[in-house]
Structure formats: C-alpha cells, structure tokens
C-alpha cells in the first residue's frame, strides 16, 4: 500500500517524501519539544524501520514522553539509542540507517565538521539536514553589518555592535531561547550542547556538508532566510 501522502508545506517532510519509503529511518536528536520529531512522518511515508538517537540521557523525562506520543499516534515500535551521535559514529561497528533525518543539532555543536562526518559514517543513502544559518546582513544603529556567503558566525567571538545586531535580530524570533546570543553563557565547553555555537551561511553550509563526503541534491531556505534544509546522498 502506498503511503499517505503529506503537505510539502515542510521542506523536511517534502524531501523525506522522495527517499525513506521502504528503507530505515534514523531521526538523531529529535526529542527535543518531543512534537517535532520525524519518526511520526517517516512512518507515515513508508519508513520500514525505525529508530531514534539523541543525546538526552536514558532516565530523562523526554524519552517516556516520546514513548508516549508513539502510543498515541499508533506507531510501531521504535529502537531508542541515547548516545552522542559523534561518539556512536565514531566508535566501533556503529549502526548504519538508509535515510537520517537531522533538525537543529548543528548549530549546537562546537564541531560542525565533525559532526556532518559522523552523521555521513551512519547514512547509507540519504540526510535530510535541517539548520538555523545567518543572514546576509544585520542591521547596525547606523548602516549594517554583512556576513559574507562562505563565512560562518562563531557565537563565542560576536562582541560589540556585531553582537548586538545578530543578538537582536534573534531575541525577535526566539526572545532569550539562544543561550551565547539571546541569553548569557557563563562558560563555554566543547561538551556543553545547549548553546548556539555557530550560524553558518547557506552557501557556507553546503560546502562544510560537501566536504564532509555528502552530495547535495536539493536545498530549501525558510522561516524567511533563517533556515535551511538540504537532501544530501551519501
């Protein structure tokens, strides 16, 4: 029987439309909010099989949470890994998954690079990857600052009327739900996850995916310029 199809209104779910019928699903990171996971709709688009990874530690409240939502949306049963997804890629004989789906875990991490390469060590065919990325161009008090194409902003160094400009942009949209940018991050360490580390370009970010051994298929901008989402064939 050939799944329902969904409203491509969700670049996400319009590229998982294309690849995960039939095939096995991973969504890594995706309990956060718990309702924004991806395993609902690749099943719902045919995913045979499927499994969630995030970093969340096994008693944390969002996995029986998850469960939960599983019950309630009649879901078949769903392999749960609580692992670091780089540690698990890198380290011996790490689970391998036909289609991965990825959303707003980059961002997060110190080494973008590195995680990008983990994420290519377990896609066998296909990553759905889902980033919040910089504008163009901020506006100062007085003119603006520009971000060039291949640049990446690195949230640590932002200081000034630099900081300032990206920092009010963001607090419109998410008001101090950017810890390091909306909201003060006392100490950075690189095994701290909860801040915003960086904000790639779009252009920048299809070479960092490149580079880490993807190629990209598709790519689709949103939340008006502050998002993007790419197919990527390993």
Known sequence: MRPEPL?????RDAFLARVVSGRSFADVGGLWGT???????????????????????????????????RIQLNLP???????????????????????????????????PLRLLRALHRITQEHLVLHSLVARGEYALAE????????????????AGSE??????HWRRLVADGAVGLTRENPTWRMNDFGPWWWLPRPSALRMLCQIAGFT???????????AMTLLLAA
């Open 7 to 11: 409203p491509e209104s969700d670049p």
């Open 77 to 111: 049963p769903v392999a749960c890994l609580s692992s670091e997804v780089i540690r698990l890629a890198e380290g011996p004989n790490p689970p391998l998954f036909e289609v991965v789906h990825c959303s707003g875990v980059l961002y997060h991490i110190p080494e």
């Open 35 to 69: 309702v924004n996971e991806r395993v609902s709709v690749a099943h719902r688009l045919g995913a045979r099989a499927l499994t969630m990874i995030d970093v969340a530690p096994a008693e944390e409240p969002r996995w029986a949470a998850f469960e939960e939502r």
């Open 216 to 226: 990209v298929l598709g790519d689709a901008e949103g939340w008006d310029g502050n």
């Open 163 to 168: 900081q300032e400009a990206v920092s009010g």
């Open 143 to 158: 003119g603006s600052f520009r971000v060039p194409d291949a640049a990446c902003l690195f949230i640590p160094a932002l």
